[in-house]
């Protein structure tokens, strides 16, 4: 069993070690997977990684890096709960090293105030969901990735057969307060009890927003005009440009049914390359959404996530 030496990497941080050591314990996974230091860089920032709460694996003999968790916070300043936007460690490193991360970090953790961690770990990768729930990981709910080209003739056809109503589909230029709020939380009438999906970390709003900040995600609303004369915002649409990850799709529940999703995704489609393979992550209960992607723009099935938590507040 690995002895490497366990502590935060707040004073020793490497981005070039740390995109090295990923790509190295991402050699054998059960997906392919490589980074580069932008690319790892563009993720640090869009999750807001913080060295300060992640943690790092170093050899007992020579200091090198031998592996790290990268953890997130809600909160820069009271921080409830961590993400562990990724863990990589090498093959010689492994061991208990994760059980031992989190064991010997609770006491540091709960100090802080931090109550619980999440994470997604792929299903079919037993060895890293065992040693997540030796941690005490428990999983909450599960979330499907689709992947795959969207054919521009299958959404030319579905938009001839019911055009979308009178709206104009723009892409943002800047993210507005306005849209920024309406991302957050849109607006429901008191009667309306139409679920929405909770996103994954990475695609929640302020990431969204941070993707955007750094320029990888590209954001277009749709608009009418109400019976005032008043533009409003009846959905949108975004997307990691860099990786063609769908993050978020939204359209208000009064306007569904008209297309106007399709027109928002035809509107994507039409601003990349026509082999460019999207995907998007969904929560298994969301059979709406399943449907659309899957039966209305014919992306796959891929992969399904658990999205497991430690709570530090349970035995």
């Given amino acids: 069993m690995s002895t490497s030496i366990i502590k935060l990497l707040k004073d020793c941080f490497s981005l070039k070690d740390t995109a090295e050591i990923l790509n190295q314990a991402f050699a054998d996974y059960v997906i392919p997977f490589t980074v580069t230091e932008l690319s790892l860089q563009q993720k640090i920032t869009s999750e807001d990684v913080m060295v300060e709460h992640s943690i790092g694996l170093f050899n007992k003999d020579t200091g090198a890096l031998e592996g790290f968790l990268l953890h997130a916070a809600n909160d820069h300043q009271h921080p409830t709960q961590l993400y562990n936007s990724v863990t990589g460690i090498i093959p010689a490193a492994r061991g208990r090293a994760v059980e031992r991360c989190y064991t010997m970090m609770r ?28 941690c005490g990981f428990v999983t909450k709910r599960l979330l499907h990735c689709y992947k795959g080209e969207i054919s521009k003739d299958a959404l030319a056809r579905a938009l001839a057969s019911k055009p979308a109503p009178d709206i104009r589909v723009q892409k943002v230029s ?47 609303t749709a608009t009418t005009t109400d019976e005032n004369g008043k533009d409003i915002i009846v959905g949108y649409v975004s997307m990691n440009a860099s990786n063609c990850r769908l993050r978020q799709l ?14 928002l995704i035809n509107t994507v489609v039409s601003n990349f390359d026509a082999s460019s393979n999207y ?37």
């Fill in 107 to 134: 006491p540091h953790f709960e100090s802080l105030g931090i109550q619980s961690v999440v994470l997604e770990a792929i299903s079919s990768n037993d060895r890293a969901v065992r040693a997540y729930e030796k």
């Fill in 250 to 263: 939204y359209v208000l529940p009064q306007f569904r049914n008209k297309n106007i999703a399709t027109t």
């Fill in 279 to 315: 995907n998007i992550i969904i929560d298994e209960t969301f059979d709406n959404l399943t449907n659309f992607f899957t039966k209305r723009l014919g992306l796959s099935f891929f992969v399904t996530l658990k999205e497991m938590f430690l709570e530090y507040n349970k035995v």
């Fill in 174 to 220: 800047q993210l507005s307060p306005q849209l920024y709020e309406f991302m957050l939380a849109p607006p429901q009438s008191a009667d309306d009890k139409t679920p929405v999906m909770v996103p994954a970390w990475s695609s929640t709003t302020i990431s969204c927003k941070r993707e955007f900040d750094i320029g990888v995600n590209a954001i277009w």
